[in-house]
Structures are given as C-alpha cells and as structure tokens.
C-alpha cells in the first residue's frame, strides 16, 4: 500500500527557509509525479509544485522565484524548500502522487507550519 | 490569466438530496479535471478524475459530468458521511489548479 508521510520544522521565523521531505512507501519515487501541496487555515488548496525524476520540475507561477524541489533515489523521499518565509506561508503542507492521471491519488498527513516572529 | 470558478461556496442540504457542484474554466480543459472531498483534519481524497471516471472504493452516488470549460459533480443521494467540502482541480500546461471549495452543510 502507497503511503506517504511528510517531516518539517513545526515552527519557524520570518525570512528562513522552510525544508520539508516526503517519504513514500509502497511505490519507488522513480515512478509517477510528487507533488507539494498546502492549504492555509481557514483557506483553499494551493499547489506548490511537481517533480520527476526524469521530467522537468514545475512549479505555481506564484512561487516560483522562492520554491526548489528535488528527489533522493537512494531514501525514496522528495523535498521542499521554500525561501524568505513569511506569515502568509503558514499553513498545512501535503505532500502527493499524480499517477499520470493528472490528479492526486495519495496524500500524506498533512505537517502543520507556523511562521512567527 | 488561466480561471477556475466553482460554485457554489456553500451549500445547505439534506441527507437523500441530490447535490450538484459546478466548476467552470476560463480555457478549454478537455477532460483533465478531477474532484476532492476534504474533511477537517484529513487528507483530500480523490473522488472522480479525468472528469468522469470514478477513483477505486469512492461510492457510486459520486458522478462527474463535463468536457472543455464546465464540469460538474453530482452526489445521487447525500448521505452523513458527506458532509465536507469539495474541491475541483484542473490540470493544463503542466499545472495545477484548485477551485475555490464547496463546503456541503447540514441543512
């Protein structure tokens, strides 16, 4: 069975860098599209990002100039990086699968982040 | 700019209605839109993709209807477990895009 589970700081300040992994068991991250997602409180999903181990990454236009995502074959994980944080940057973050269906079929958790000074 | 609109936002409702949630694209989409339900505390879950077929295990009152800019999805019967919000997502140009969110109250 697919499972996917995010890691990440919790809590951060203001113009750090948010790093997040996914670990996905059940399926080699060499298969298939990871995505990230988040959903602020109280607000709507916002896609964050794709990445393949062999296709371009993709990222939302809006966050393009602060987001960096990569794989790690040899742990079965992918990661997220996004740069100078600010207080609109908190929310939950999942991460996901696009088995080339061009939706998300597995999701982790979700990982709740705070930025505050 | 690429547009999404799902409406409603919300919508009251009683367990045996049939429900009908609609998104509508500012461009032609073909078929790449899927449909979520979302409970508090818990992952989406993937309802319908492709604007029409329904992902394994989702019940069959879930039906998604649509092609090119308007889609809809339509639960036959609502039943307690439904209660949630729903999310439409479209696919194009190597992006992604949710809706706004239809939350289903109790009426």
């Known amino acids: 069975q697919v499972q996917l589970r995010e890691s990440g700081p919790g809590l951060m300040k203001p113009s750090e860098t948010l790093s997040l992994i996914c670990t996905v068991s059940g399926d080699s991250i060499t298969n298939y599209y990871w995505n990230w997602i988040r959903q602020p409180a109280g607000g709507g999903l916002e896609w964050i990002g794709r990445?393949?181990?062999?296709?371009?990454?993709r990222y939302n236009p809006s966050l393009r100039s602060r987001v960096t995502m990569s794989i790690d074959r040899s742990k079965n994980q992918f990661s997220l990086h996004l740069n100078s944080v600010t207080a609109a940057d908190t929310a939950v973050y999942y991460c996901?699968?696009?088995?080339?269906?061009?939706?998300?079929?597995?999701w982790g958790q979700g990982t709740p982040v705070t930025v505050s000074s | 700019d690429f547009q999404m609109t799902q409406s409603p936002s919300t919508l009251s409702a009683s367990v045996g209605d049939r429900v009908t949630i609609t998104c509508r694209a500012s461009h032609s989409i073909g078929s790449e839109l899927a449909w979520y339900q979302h409970k508090p505390g818990k992952a989406p879950k993937v309802l319908i993709y492709?604007?029409?077929n329904l992902e394994n295990g989702v019940p069959l009152r879930f039906s998604g209807s649509g092609s090119g800019t308007e889609f809809t999805l339509t639960i036959s019967s609502l039943q307690p477990d439904d209660f949630a919000t729903y999310y439409c997502?479209?696919?194009?140009?190597?992006?992604?895009?949710f809706g706004q969110g239809t939350k289903v109250e109790i009426k």
């Open positions: 997502q479209q696919y194009l140009n190597y992006l992604y895009n």
């Open positions: 996901a699968r696009d088995a080339f269906k061009s939706s998300f079929d597995y």
């Open positions: 990445v393949h181990i062999n296709v371009a990454t």
């Open positions: 492709k604007a029409t």
